[in-house]
Each structure stands twice: as C-alpha cells, then as structure tokens.
C-alpha cells in the first residue's frame, strides 16, 4: 500500500503529579496559606527544570482546597524531585495522584 503522508509516531502520553490540600476554610485559605502554596510551587518548579523532568504547571484554589499541577514523561520521577516541598506543607489532610499513562492508571499517595 502506498503512503501519501508520513505520519508522525504517537508521542508517549504526558504523565501526571496532581497534589491536593485541605485549607482553613471552605473558600480560598488564608493570606498565609495562599503565599506557602506559591512559595512552594516557585520551588518545585525550579527543581523540576534543574531535574529536567517536567515542568510544574500551576495551582487551584476554591472550595477549601489547594490543587497543584505537574507534568513530564514519568510522574515518578517528577513526584520523586517534588515529594521533599509537597510533604514539607503543613496543610493537612493532604495527598498526591500520580497519572502514569492514561486518565485510567493512578495511584494515591498520603502525605
């Protein structure tokens, strides 16, 4: 069968590192709380570029809750350079998911 285009290969499907904290109130957190959540994005983001394993995307607040975002090619890797800063907020309850492949394969982590 002839080719009329030469289709690039699938790129590996991006993976994730999505953390979650519980926050003082029901709606944003504190000033406090806001600027510890920021501190430690600028952190991560910068030890993940120096790691060179993915880039650390942003955050969420509302309804009493933090959400931080990364992706790269192995949320192994990624969680394994962030965990130090991710632990070392005091906001709890807290966990981690870490997206490998698709939406369907995820773990949980308790921090």
């Known amino acids: 069968m002839d080719m009329l285009f030469d289709l690039p290969e699938p790129e590996t499907p991006e993976q994730a590192v999505i953390a979650h904290y519980r926050l003082s109130d029901a709606q944003y957190g504190s000033r406090a709380e ?7 994005e600028r952190a991560m983001s910068a030890a993940v570029e120096r790691a060179g394993v993915g880039e650390v995307d942003g955050n969420e607040f509302g309804g009493g809750e933090a959400v931080l975002y990364a992706y790269g090619a192995d949320a192994g890797a990624l969680f394994k350079v962030m965990e130090p800063t991710l632990r070392g907020l005091p906001f709890r309850p807290a966990y981690v998911v870490l997206r490998r492949g698709n939406r369907g394969t995820e773990s949980r982590v308790e921090l």
């Open 34 to 40: 806001r600027d510890a959540i920021f501190d430690a």
